[in-house]
């Protein structure tokens, strides 16, 4: 069973449904902890109050950078995570923990990159800024982390067109959706150890 840490700041309905799936089996996962950029962020108030292992982790309230990296380093090692999976974190996940978890850092980004992604693209600004430039298709993408927002490699890219008379919200709504009910089908990938295999052998 694959030990995942799944990070956020906001709302939490990807973590939802990722739990979700754990208990209905269709996900052979565990959440071993929550890490939020947010101490107020709901995904991160829901998952204590479910009892999942959740931190709030703020780089100001560390007195150095070093300290913030080594406590998230060593949380994740104290908690024997495997598998981290960004959802809905807005924060740069700091180098040191990209070397660390090469590979098995994940994000989910909800439009087609690269597109509409980088600093600043998140949230309802991302489809605010797609349907603005009158683009005809949207989406998501799934991809690896690296050191930039919303650059590493991708996995996998679903288009939807946009509707005449689309808002923001509603393609916000529509996305959401399909990210629930993808994610998870993504991160199964990585579950059987197959592919988190494959990518260790050939970075030898
Ligand atoms: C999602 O749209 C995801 O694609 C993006 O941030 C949003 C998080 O939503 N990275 P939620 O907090 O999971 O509801």
């Not at 996962?29 to 998952?47: Q, T």
């Not at 949230?123 to 800024?129: D, F, K, S, T, Y």
Request: glycine fraction near 6%; hydrophobic fraction near 40%; charge should be positive.
């Amino acid at each position: 069973m694959l030990n995942i840490a799944v990070f956020i700041s906001g709302r939490g309905s990807n973590l939802k449904a990722l739990e979700r799936a754990i208990e209905t089996k269709e996900l052979d996962a565990v959440i071993g902890l929550v890490v939020s950029s947010d101490e107020n962020a709901p995904g991160y108030l829901w998952a204590k109050e479910k009892g999942i292992p959740a931190v709030a982790l703020k780089s100001t309230d560390f007195q150095s950078r070093d300290e913030f990296v080594n406590k998230m380093l060593s949380i994740l090692t104290e908690n024997k995570i495997e598998f981290i999976v960004l959802a809905g974190y807005i924060k740069k996940i700091p180098k040191e923990i990209i070397e660390k978890y090469r590979h098995k850092i994940i994000n989910i980004h909800p439009a087609l990159l690269p597109y509409f992604g980088g600093k600043g693209f998140y949230g309802i600004n991302v489809h605010r800024a797609v349907v603005e430039s009158k683009a005809k298709y949207s989406g998501i993408s799934i991809h690896f982390v690296d050191e930039n927002y919303d650059t590493g490699p991708i996995i996998i890219q679903v288009p939807i067109p946009i509707e005449p008379g689309e808002t923001p919200e509603s393609l916000e709504k529509r996305i959401s959706s399909l990210e629930h009910k993808l994610y998870y089908k993504i991160l199964r990938l990585f579950t059987n150890g197959n592919i988190l295999n494959c990518l260790t052998k050939n970075d030898k």
